[in-house]
């Protein structure tokens, strides 16, 4: 089975742009979700799509949205670019519905680094 | 909310040695999982390991084991024969099932070196 894609692989964006990542799950993986990586603040999560909703979010701004596709793929969007938004970003797939541990088990794309200049 | 706590910033371990990473968390759930990744330089998030909290049997991935002590919310992972293979950042993570979906708490990593 193929793992968890992203891409991009690398984006260097400006202050005050928008970006959109994209990221394709594992086949029959209904949710994703997105995680934030800084040196900083580490890894923290910013939301969870699951069949085509968003069923948890984090503490972040609302310049961070995002959406899933009937085919559980998953776009995120950042508007209003500020220079703190510079991070990996990770996304992660899971089947996300069942009992169970291998219900919930998250694997992991290569992320998305993106650097704000 | 809950939280992750990884005391240990970085380790370092003799190949062929064993190193044992500690994990604790806070949660007043009682049932939820509890998981090991491993982030090697290439940045990709592996899993190594995972434990269902209401199975007291410790889980085993070959070279990888938890201690995991449910009481006092205690999560280590033992890594025996150590590889070079296994330098890496290893973070340990909690989740539970919820109307609110899942979503992974981390803690903040712990280094791991491997000396040849």
């Given at each position: 089975k193929a793992g968890v894609t992203q891409t991009p692989r690398y984006l260097i964006k400006t202050r005050g742009q928008q970006v959109t990542l994209s990221c394709s799950p594992i086949s029959g993986h209904r949710s994703v979700s997105w995680y934030q990586q800084t040196p900083g603040q580490g890894l923290q999560f910013l939301f969870e799509y699951f069949s085509e909703t968003q069923r948890n979010k984090g503490n972040?701004?609302?310049r961070f949205s995002g959406r899933q596709f009937s085919n559980s793929r998953s776009e995120m969007n950042v508007s209003t670019l500020e220079l703190g938004d510079s991070a990996l970003y990770l996304c992660a797939s899971s089947l996300?519905?069942?009992?169970?541990?291998s219900s919930y088990e998250q694997y992991f794309g290569p992320g998305t680094r993106l650097t704000v200049t | 909310a809950q939280t992750v706590t990884q005391s240990q910033p970085e380790m370092s371990v003799q190949e062929a040695e064993t190193v044992t990473l500690s994990c604790t968390y806070d949660t007043s759930e009682s049932d939820y999982y509890l998981f090991w990744y491993k982030q090697p330089p290439s940045r990709q998030m592996i899993l190594v390991i995972r434990q269902e909290a209401y199975k007291q049997q410790n889980a085993t991935e070959n070279r990888f084991s938890v201690n995991f002590q449910k009481a006092a919310k205690s999560f280590s992972l033992k890594i025996s024969d150590s590889q070079l293979g296994d330098a890496a950042m290893y973070f340990c993570a909690y989740s539970r099932e919820g109307e609110y979906g899942n979503k992974l708490v981390f803690g903040a990593g712990t280094i791991l070196r491997v000396k040849s």
């Open positions: 972040f701004p609302g996300g519905w069942g009992l169970g541990l | -």
